[in-house]
């Protein structure tokens, strides 16, 4: 049930950009999107929720293909912040809260 | 953002004793609290979900006995690591839901990092 993220490590320099993708082989209810530096907590990036919105927030948005049931992450002119562990968390029942979250993507951004 | 603390941030403990964890959301009424469980360079593994004045609902492969929930109140919920071993060694995270909202996020806590000897 664990949703599949690619790829599994990006290494980048600064302004350059980056996708992450997420597939699950349930069908969602929506999709978390998270970022985690070491030894930190997860902080909050977006909610997609079912019916294949698109969100953004400044240089980082994200889509959801309730269909293909994939979401992708999209990191635009990266910055040296962006470094960290990127997690997806699948949502396949409405409204319990349940995420699911998949393996994870370790971004590196160097100068 | 709504803030969620957790207590303690750090514990070593010998084998076989017992360590309770505290989650709490600050500011916010938590109708539904999750714990995970992260061990290094790895994904977070949902353990349970639990709701306030009820039973925590486990994910399959935990043991209930092991690992108590209690969600005592709207803005407490603890997890008791019974008669740990160095193997429940690991990263324990709570999060908080503020209400049933469809798509409401989920707010993290910092983290328990637990070592057993």
């Known amino acids: 049930q664990q949703p599949v993220q690619s790829p599994q490590a990006v290494i980048l320099r600064e302004g350059e950009d980056a996708v992450i993708n997420c597939s699950s082989s349930k069908a969602l209810y929506s999709v978390h999107w998270y970022r985690q530096k070491h030894g930190e907590a997860p902080v909050f990036l977006m909610i997609?929720?079912?019916?294949?919105e698109q969100k953004g927030h400044e240089k980082i948005s994200a889509s959801f293909n309730e269909k293909k049931q994939q979401s992708s992450l999209y990191l635009t002119a990266s910055q040296l912040s962006y470094s960290g562990t990127y997690f997806c968390?699948?949502?396949?029942?409405?409204?319990?809260?349940?995420?699911?979250f998949g393996q994870g993507t370790t971004l590196q951004v160097k100068p | 953002g709504a803030v969620v603390s957790q207590h303690p941030s750090r514990v070593i403990c010998k084998s076989g004793t017992s360590v309770k964890i505290e989650c709490r959301s600050l500011?916010?009424?938590?109708?539904?609290m999750f714990w995970y469980r992260q061990f290094p360079k790895k994904s977070l593994m949902l353990m349970a979900t639990s709701n306030e004045g009820s039973k925590a609902t486990y994910e399959q492969g935990v043991e209930k006995d092991k690992f108590l929930i209690n969600h005592a109140s709207l803005t407490l919920s603890t997890l008791t690591v019974t008669s740990a071993h160095p193997e429940d060694s690991s990263f324990y995270i709570c999060?908080?839901?503020?209400?049933?909202?469809?798509?409401?996020?989920?707010?993290f806590g910092p983290g328990t990092r637990l070592t057993v000897l």
């Open positions: 500011d916010f009424q938590a109708t539904t």
């Open positions: 968390g699948t949502e396949i029942s409405s409204n319990t809260g349940k995420l699911i």
């Open positions: 999060s908080a839901r503020a209400s049933i909202i469809p798509g409401n996020e989920q707010f």
């Open positions: 997609l929720l079912k019916g294949g």
